[in-house]
Structures are given as structure tokens and as C-alpha cells.
């Protein structure tokens, strides 16, 4: 480890394979905390080159607990989180619009690291338990329509590195890794990035893979469509930027999509909203973020369609009842 951080402390990046190397020796225990400590500290202080992201994605998906999901064509909606913004779970809260609607999902989360409360946070709070059984999560999402994939399970690099980057309690390289390895292979992604160069990364890589896919950032440093600025989205067909009105039929304030102080607050605002209780500034987030997912499948006419599926799904209570039968399978 002392050769490659002194490789990198001279600005030099790693080649691919290296990459993979380094992180396959992480996932094998083969290095302190504080040399994992100094290696994401040097992420922290220059961008991550493609070269060096696509070996950390090549060593996590090496190693990773495969799933096989029946042939269902999944979907995520995940966020590289690390914004900042403490905003609540609208990631996963739009998982459970989506499923409501019928779309299978495969929601891929972890603790959250610089936030209060990650996907996993809330999802442990509501009584969801934690697991890699293929069979238990495909008969999650045969009553559900969505599952739930705690990402340490899968990858044991990141549980490896999990006590570490908490401790720092700051945005590391890994919130960069999270929507790139989820072990269900979704054919379908909608993916929320923080900043444009990293779109601009995401964009490169996915178009090497198989999935539909929708790149979102809000242009005022989100990594969803916040509904407080303007949106750029971007896909295989190109990119475009998009008015709050357009995507939300209003703008919210950021005070308006706040997360909370504790992740009883966070799991306490996620039952609320899936309830048909949230703020009409909650439910436009997430249903412009679930319209978007669906939107990015190509199975629909138009985003306006989705968004009305994604508000039937919230008014029926079809997603409330993913989340009941979610729980109760779990």
C-alpha cells in the first residue's frame, strides 16, 4: 500500500487493473484502517480518473454475492449520495412509487456515510432485515414487486471499509462505486450524480454497459431531482436540462425536502409520504423521480404518463402496501 499511496500522493493515477487489484486486496483485509484511511483521503483531494473508477467497479463485481432474480428486468433508483444536502430517502421512497405501479425493483443501499440516514438506515428503522438469500429476495419481489439489497452483504470491500468511512463521516470514492455494482444487474437505472463531472463519468461508463439508463443531477448541486433548480438529464439519446415546473409542476424549497436530525425522523417523513400524508413539496419530488425512472424504461409515450402512474400509485395506496408486504415477507 505505502508504494501505491506514494504513487498517488505524486499525482499519478492508477491503471485499470491496478485499481482492481488495490480494492480486491481491501475486500481480502490485506490493509490497516489508516491506510485505507490515507487512500480515500487522496480521492478526496483530486477527482477519480475512469481509468481507476473502472477497476474498483471490475474488483467489487469480482467479488461480489451474485443475484439472479428469476429474469426479472429490475430496476434501480439510486443516488452516489455525499451531496451534502441532508435531504430525506427520495431514492428509495420513489423505489416503492415505482413498484407500486408494478415495475419489479432491485433497490441496492447502504448506511449512510455523510448523511443521517441512508437507504439502509431507514429500511432497518421500519423493520426490513438485512439479507443475501437469492430465494428470500425473489420472493420478496414476486409478493412486493421490490427487494432489498444491503450492499455490505454483497461486497465485502465495503463492509471491509464501512467503520472507516463513517468515522470520516465525509464523501468518499465508494459513494461513486454504490449505483455502478449492484449485484442484480438491473436492466434498467435511474442514477443521480452530484456534480457534472461526475455525469459525465457515469455517462461514459454505463454506455459501455446493457441497461436503459437516466443520468440525473439538479443544478444546484443535488443528486436527484430536487425540484429546486434546474435539471440536467441525461441518457443515450443525449442530454437536456429541465425546468422544476416541467419535471415536478413546481418548484420546492430546500428546507421543503429536509431529511431530519435522527433516523427515526428519516423513517418517521418515509412512512408519511408513502402513507399520502407527505407535504405537497415531498410528494412532487418523489414522484418526478419516479417518473423518471419509469420514463427511462422506454416502455412508456410520454414522461406525463408516468408521472400519472407514479401519482396512482401513491393516491391508491399500491405503494404503501409494497412496503407492508415488503416488510411482512422480510
Same mark, same amino acid.
Given at each position: 500500500?505505502?508504494?501505491?499511496?506514494?504513487?498517488? $500522493?505524486?499525482?499519478?493515477?492508477? /491503471?485499470?487493473? +491496478?485499481?482492481?487489484?488495490?480494492?480486491?486486496?481491501?475486500?481480502?483485509?490485506?490493509?490497516?484502517?489508516?491506510?485505507?484511511?490515507?487512500?480515500?483521503?487522496?480521492?478526496?483531494?483530486?477527482?477519480?480518473?475512469?481509468?481507476?473508477?473502472?477497476? $474498483?467497479?471490475?474488483? %467489487?463485481?469480482?467479488?461480489?454475492? /451474485?443475484?439472479?432474480?428469476?429474469?426479472?428486468?429490475?430496476?434501480?433508483?439510486?443516488?452516489? !449520495?455525499?451531496?451534502?444536502?441532508?435531504?430525506?430517502?427520495?431514492?428509495?421512497?420513489?423505489?416503492?412509487?415505482?413498484?407500486?405501479?408494478?415495475?419489479?425493483?432491485?433497490?441496492?443501499?447502504?448506511? !449512510?456515510?455523510?448523511?443521517?440516514?441512508?437507504?439502509?438506515?431507514? &429500511?432497518?428503522?421500519?423493520?426490513?432485515?438485512?439479507?443475501?438469500?437469492?430465494?428470500?429476495?425473489?420472493?420478496?419481489?414476486?409478493?412486493?414487486?421490490?427487494? $432489498?439489497?444491503?450492499?455490505?452483504?454483497?461486497?465485502?470491500? %465495503?463492509?471491509?471499509?464501512? /467503520?472507516?468511512?463513517?468515522?470520516?463521516?465525509?464523501?468518499?470514492?465508494?459513494? &461513486?462505486?454504490?449505483?455502478?455494482?449492484?449485484?442484480?444487474?438491473?436492466?434498467?437505472?435511474?442514477?443521480?450524480?452530484?456534480?457534472?463531472?461526475?455525469?459525465? &463519468?457515469? *455517462?461514459?461508463?454505463? +454506455?459501455?454497459?446493457?441497461?436503459?439508463?437516466?443520468?440525473?443531477?439538479?443544478?444546484?448541486?443535488?443528486?436527484?431531482?430536487?425540484?429546486?433548480?434546474?435539471?440536467?438529464?441525461?441518457?443515450?439519446? !443525449?442530454?437536456?436540462?429541465? @425546468?422544476?415546473?416541467? %419535471?415536478?409542476?413546481?418548484?420546492?424549497? /430546500?428546507?421543503?425536502?429536509?431529511?431530519?436530525?435522527?433516523?427515526?425522523?428519516?423513517?418517521?417523513? $418515509?412512512? *408519511?409520504?408513502?402513507?399520502? *400524508?407527505? @407535504?405537497?413539496?415531498?410528494?412532487?419530488?418523489?414522484?418526478?423521480?419516479?417518473?423518471?425512472a419509469l420514463y427511462c424504461t422506454g416502455?412508456?409515450?410520454?414522461?406525463?404518463?408516468?408521472?400519472? %402512474?407514479?401519482?396512482?400509485?401513491?393516491?391508491?395506496?399500491?405503494?404503501?402496501?409494497?412496503? +407492508?408486504?415488503?416488510?411482512?415477507?422480510?
Open positions: 500500500m505505502k508504494k501505491i499511496l506514494n504513487q498517488l $500522493f505524486e499525482y499519478k493515477t492508477l /491503471p485499470r487493473e +491496478q485499481a482492481r487489484e488495490l480494492l480486491y486486496n481491501i475486500s481480502k483485509k490485506m490493509y490497516s484502517d489508516a491506510e485505507i484511511a490515507a487512500l480515500i483521503t487522496v480521492y478526496l483531494m483530486r477527482s477519480i480518473s475512469i481509468d481507476e473508477l473502472q477497476g $474498483f467497479c471490475d474488483a %467489487l463485481l469480482e467479488l461480489c454475492v /451474485p443475484v439472479n432474480l428469476n429474469g426479472y428486468d429490475v430496476m434501480d433508483i439510486v443516488g452516489t !449520495g455525499g451531496d451534502g444536502k441532508n435531504t430525506f430517502n427520495i431514492s428509495t421512497l420513489s423505489c416503492f412509487i415505482v413498484a407500486g405501479t408494478g415495475v419489479k425493483v432491485a433497490k441496492h443501499g447502504n448506511y !449512510g456515510a455523510s448523511s443521517i440516514s441512508g437507504s439502509s438506515n431507514v &429500511m432497518e428503522q421500519l423493520g426490513y432485515t438485512f439479507k443475501n438469500n437469492e430465494d428470500a429476495l425473489k420472493k420478496e419481489l414476486d409478493q412486493a414487486n421490490i427487494c $432489498f439489497l444491503h450492499a455490505p452483504l454483497f461486497h465485502p470491500a %465495503l463492509k471491509v471499509v464501512g /467503520p472507516v468511512r463513517k468515522s470520516l463521516g465525509v464523501r468518499t470514492f465508494f459513494n &461513486m462505486l454504490g449505483p455502478m455494482v449492484n449485484p442484480a444487474l438491473p436492466k434498467y437505472q435511474l442514477v443521480g450524480v452530484y456534480n457534472l463531472e461526475m455525469a459525465r &463519468m457515469y *455517462n461514459y461508463l454505463l +454506455q459501455q454497459g446493457n441497461s436503459q439508463f437516466t443520468i440525473v443531477h439538479s443544478l444546484d448541486g443535488y443528486d436527484e431531482i430536487s425540484l429546486t433548480a434546474d435539471i440536467k438529464v441525461i441518457n443515450k439519446a !443525449g442530454e437536456k436540462i429541465y @425546468s422544476a415546473q416541467e %419535471l415536478g409542476k413546481r418548484s420546492v424549497s /430546500p428546507i421543503d425536502i429536509h431529511g431530519g436530525h435522527t433516523v427515526e425522523d428519516a423513517a418517521r417523513i $418515509f412512512t *408519511n409520504i408513502l402513507k399520502g *400524508n407527505g @407535504s405537497w413539496a415531498q410528494n412532487a419530488v418523489v414522484l418526478a423521480n419516479a417518473a423518471m416502455n412508456y409515450t410520454s414522461y406525463e404518463d408516468c408521472y400519472q %402512474l407514479a401519482v396512482e400509485s401513491l393516491e391508491s395506496g399500491r405503494a404503501f402496501q409494497s412496503l +407492508q408486504k415488503l416488510i411482512a415477507v422480510s
